[in-house]
């Protein structure tokens, strides 16, 4: 074989299909061409071997739409909330745009910029995704109101750009928030169904905003593993509940358009495509719920622990319906139950994709740090979480068991084509 046959453009290496671990081996001279030494052939073998294996499990990074929102969930997210620090708006976009070169390389399963062997600096990925796979990564951005305006102040001159619906929350009855899980200028989702995969893109993209954001707060959380379930059935909260059976089909564009992305004529264009995150950190009290019996905890949600059917049905996908008497004449769904609450007349719908939470124990009481990392995606917030957060905060049962600790609401901005970047729409 001769030296050109080992020889490969890196362009033509499909990313979906190299490990991140191939491009380690095979990367690193400058980005135009790798000449493989005499360990060649066994490198180019594991790129063959990395075209099954890792093709699956690619999101594309670019789209009309950012991923992660209607991607189908993942088995961990590393949420995270920014602060900025720095007070120009050319730093901004320059962060936005080493942001999406970085977020579409960790997507891909390769590492952040060139590797180095130059043993005098930092190398640029920090590595500890090194091997892996992609891992169905994906990275959601999005801008928080103070990014606007903070203290009075139009930081970026964005003011004027600010949509009517990108406004603090506000507050619910019963809200217990605390300063620190709450708010954020800037925030990332990254979702993995590998935590460390997840992990890794959260620190690099911390790393390169030195200088102009800060970390100010984090959340990780979980769900059962694909591995665990094969079927892939709902996922159970904390609780024991099967969540997230009822929410709008992602597969369905009509549906998306109606209760998701942001339309034309919804407020600036700029949002246009994107969504709304609203962000809740509900702690759940573990071991009160444990001590209460079967009957009361289905009472509270209005649906059988075993099959997530609504009561007086069979099945978990069985229509809920609220109409429905008992011959006692009572309701058969309970009037302060979640379901109940939390459907309203059905005319509010949000796409739920929150994850548990296990933060170690609760140094106050003793008690599990633990709860659910609420994330709902809405077109308006106004008319979608707010309406039924304001039902639930006034008489949902679930309410004896859980406290709204933390609360953020961010413009997941819209995707972008390789070439573009993420914000374009807002700062240019
Ligand atoms: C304001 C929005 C909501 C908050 C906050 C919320 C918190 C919360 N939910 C559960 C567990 C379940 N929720 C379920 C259904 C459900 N919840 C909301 C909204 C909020 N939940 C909606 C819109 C729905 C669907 C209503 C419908 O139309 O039927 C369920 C039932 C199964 C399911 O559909 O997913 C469970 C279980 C917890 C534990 C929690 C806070 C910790
Ligand atoms: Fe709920």
Known sequence: MSKKEYFIEEESLSVKKVSRRDMLKTAGVGGVGILIGASGIGSMLSITEGKASSAKDVVSFYGKHQSGITTKPQNHVYFAALDVTTSSKDDLISLFKEWTYAAASM???KPIGELTSNEFLPPKDTGEAEGLSASNLTITFGVGPSLFVKDNQDRFGLKLKQPKELVDLPAF????LEEEWTGGDLCIQAC????????????NLIRIARGKAVLRWAQPGFQRTKQADAKEGTPRNLFGF???TVNPDVKSEKQMNEHVWVQPGDGPNWLQNGSYLVVRRIQMFIEVWDRTNLKEQENTFGRYRDTGAPFGQKNEFDKLDIHHKQPNGEDTIPVDSHVRLSHGDGSQQ?????????NGMDLKTGSF?????????????SKQFIPIQKRLSSMDKLNEYISHRGSALFACLPGTKNGGFIGETLFT
């Open 107 to 109: 997507s891909e399963g």
């Open 192 to 203: 993995a169904d590998d935590m460390q995969v997840a992990f890794h893109a959260v620190r």
């Open 173 to 176: 009855s019963l809200d217990a």
């Open 350 to 358: 949000i796409l739920r994709r929150g994850y548990s939470y296990s």
């Open 369 to 381: 740090d633990a709860g659910l990392l609420f994330l709902s995606f809405q077109r308006s917030p």
């Open 242 to 244: 099967k969540d997230g």
